[in-house]
């Protein structure tokens, strides 16, 4: 690092000129990223996606993305009594929107069990085709309509189904989420943070660092929408988990940089040993980050793929962007932008400091207490359930909610909206028989052949969104697995049933290596076999605290509707568990490798690990913390997206940032390092001289009593600040 340093700062003209051409490159491309962005949820391979994909080509519409129109006639009237106005209506609906296939109670032959127990209301499935981005699409022209041949017929009508619920209250299309005002929003908030920090116009460096890592990561995920699909989610991720990764990179640098010149070390030697030390954390750090979403990269997943691919791309940008380009800014405007020197760098926080010094003196019971409260906060996760959010999280009010109200009052149970489509060859009848006698099912119908194809959509009591409700899609499968002409059962508890085989099956085995990876690079970081383990396990422990958060908040509703307006979702979209799981893994780690390296060069130096506890954690704590404020404020930007999935996946990420910086880091990790003793810095000569670094013999066994280290010189005696 010390080498490497040196080079960028002889080359740094070279350097500043590159980074200003990818920042001007990535500002003037950034507009065209959306536009190359997919919304893509393929399962290539699996069996439910291979019969979707069947239906999709001979129908041109699939179950996923279908509506449910609800009808209702005058009072004094009743559905089968006005059975040709109602045929003719959905007619006009078809006439109107060729694009859509209807499947209704005048084309069922007047099947009973699509009306309402008061025979005033029926329900017809629209069948639309799979929207390729965000803004008006086929959805936006079947309302209409069906209002339209409605109110002629003299009937009133409304529309339902999963997207329309999960628009919101007032049913109004969002067009998709906005980017920039998430992106200023946890600017604003990080910004807050840094100026509390550095007391300084320092606090404007990270953010000019942030900018630079986040349009030159765009720009290369521009490039790589030209030989990939690339998922709509990357560029939220990019933007705010960028955000916080490039300013909490920058934070650690700059702040040793301060130190060293506090010190009394002038500008180029400060540069270079924050580089040394800091920097090589940085490194250690963002590694790891991008390892922990290799696990997204080989799951054989498009979504999550590409998810892995631009989040990887998240920490290596910004490392390669602190390590670059921030030791050029601090050796040319540093000095003059910290100003005025409100707060310096001395010594260590004296708050800390003497939490530091109470861990190590009670370290048995800091254990204790962190580890009860984390089991507290991961008791919960032995309910989770993996699915899609129901119905009723994703809406309480508005036209799509009154809609589906009407058809539960009337005794039509919410399996409509994810009806299960059954391919069969031949006339479907025989299938739809068989399907409609299965328990949990409503009815079954046929909704058309083509081509010697026949979907037959087979409506369940209650919507098939998580691993329990799914079952009758497994009972429907078993039924017609035998029959003559049977292809294939798509829908979205067939989705569910393949994201379960494609991801948590195999998931496990990747973890693992994951975690050896892991493992192997902390040893190497740390010069020890013990304090790489112990982060592993903490990072996995941690995880699941957010877990069993998550499970309380969110699927269990404790909260969720009080803050954000929506009940409890009954299960976690399946998409989620692994991404937050990536994301939190390495997020993490950064926390552990900023506190242990900066406790490993203290042990260093002292030989004393109650020193290096007091000394490491005196240094790092209010860097830590200012870190996982900026992360949290990025990811309370993006819970403000649209879309409850969306949210789910911030408020876990800031939470699990929340939980991991204080009862892991600031309180378990260094009394777990108090407790371990001498152990933590072993590494034996011949695991070193493989992984090529410097040795850790085992030191001799000290006295019970820590050797604890001075207290800190009051202000007055710190060190004065060189002027320049």
Do not use: C
Not at 118 to 130: A, C, Y
Not at 209 to 228: D, E, K, N, P, W
């Amino acid at each position: 690092m010390t080498r490497f340093a040196e080079l960028v700062l002889r080359h740094r003209r070279v350097v500043s000129a590159l980074w200003i051409v990818l920042f001007l490159a990535g500002a003037a491309t950034a507009g065209q990223l959306s536009n190359r962005l997919t919304l893509d949820f393929s399962l290539p391979g699996q069996p439910g996606y291979q019969t979707e994909q069947q239906l999709l080509g001979t129908f041109g519409q699939i179950a996923n993305n279908s509506l449910v129109a609800v009808v209702t006639v005058p009072p004094g009237e009743t559905v089968a009594g006005d059975r040709a106005k109602v045929g003719a209506m959905f007619d006009t609906v078809r006439r109107q929107v060729p694009q859509v296939r209807v499947v209704d109670y005048a084309s069922t032959g007047g099947d009973p069990r699509l009306v309402t127990k008061d025979g005033r209301s029926t329900f017809g499935l629209v069948f639309i085709p799979q929207p390729q981005g965000f803004g008006p699409g086929v959805q936006d022209k079947v309302e209409p309509a069906l209002r339209q041949a409605a109110t002629s017929a003299g009937f009133t009508a409304g529309l339902t189904g999963e997207d329309p619920l999960a628009e919101g209250s007032s049913g109004a299309d969002s067009g998709g989420p906005s980017i920039l005002s998430e992106t200023l929003l946890g600017g604003l908030g990080a910004l807050a943070v840094l100026a509390f920090v550095f007391a300084s116009f320092l606090a404007l460096v990270p953010l000019i660092i942030a900018m630079v890592s986040i349009l030159t990561t765009f720009l290369i995920v521009l490039g790589l929408t030209t030989i990939t699909d690339v998922s709509f989610v990357v560029e939220f991720l990019i933007a705010l988990v960028g955000l916080g990764v490039a300013i909490d990179y920058s934070l650690l640098l700059v702040n040793r940089w301060r130190e060293e010149r506090a010190h009394g070390a002038d500008n180029h030697t400060a540069v270079v040993t924050a580089m040394r030390t800091a920097g090589h954390a940085v490194l250690a750090s963002g590694v790891t980050v991008a390892i922990s979403l290799v696990a997204l990269v080989v799951v054989p997943v498009p979504l999550l793929r590409s998810m892995g691919l631009g989040g990887m791309l998240i920490p290596l940008v910004s490392v390669a962007v602190v390590l670059t380009l921030l030791p050029v800014l601090l050796i040319g405007i540093g000095r003059r932008m910290d100003w005025p020197r409100v707060r310096h760098e001395a010594v260590a926080a004296r708050g800390w400091t003497a939490w530091a010094r109470a861990i190590v003196r009670f370290r048995w019971a800091a254990v204790a207490i962190a580890l009860t409260l984390l089991g507290l906060l991961i008791s919960p996760v032995f309910g989770l359930a993996i699915g899609q959010a129901n119905s009723a999280s994703l809406a309480s009010s508005g036209p799509a909610y009154d809609s589906l109200r009407t058809l539960r009052d009337g005794g039509v149970g919410t399996g409509v909206l994810t009806p299960i489509e059954v391919v069969t060859r031949g006339d479907g009848a025989a299938a739809a028989a068989t399907a409609a006698r299965v328990d949990g099912v409503l009815t079954a119908v046929v909704g058309g052949s083509k081509n010697g194809l026949t979907v037959v959509e087979v409506i369940p009591t209650d919507e098939t969104v998580d691993s329990s409700s799914i079952k009758v899609v497994d009972r429907v499968h078993d039924a017609l697995a035998g029959t003559p002409g049977f292809v294939g059962i798509a829908g979205a508890g067939a989705t569910v049933k393949d994201y379960f085989r494609a991801v948590y099956h195999n998931f496990p085995y990747v973890l693992g290596l994951i975690a050896v990876i892991t493992y192997i690079l902390l040893v190497r970081t740390f010069r020890s076999l013990l304090l790489p383990l112990k982060a592993v396990a903490l990072n996995l422990i941690s995880v699941s605290a957010v877990f069993g958060a998550v499970v309380f908040f969110w699927q269990e509703g404790h909260g969720s509707n009080a803050i954000f307006g929506i009940s409890g979702t009954g299960a976690i979209a399946f998409w989620l568990p692994v991404l937050i799981f990536a994301f939190l893994f390495g997020l993490s780690m950064d926390y552990e490798v900023f506190i242990l390296a900066r406790m490993r060069e203290e042990y260093d130096a002292t030989g004393s690990t109650s020193v290096a506890v007091v000394a490491g954690l005196g240094r790092t704590g209010r860097l830590v913390t200012s870190a996982a404020l900026i992360l949290f404020f990025a990811f309370a930007a993006l819970a403000s997206a649209p879309g409850t999935d969306i949210k789910l996946f911030a408020t876990a990420l800031g939470v699990g940032i929340l939980i991991d910086a204080t009862l892991v880091r600031a309180l378990l990790v260094p009394a777990l390092v108090s407790v371990l003793g001498r152990w933590n810095w072993w590494l034996p000569a011949g695991v070193a001289r493989v992984l090529r670094v410097e040795p850790s013999p085992l030191a001799p066994k000290q006295s019970a009593l820590p050797a604890m280290p001075p207290t800190p010189p009051a202000a007055e005696e710190r060190v004065p600040v060189p002027v320049d």
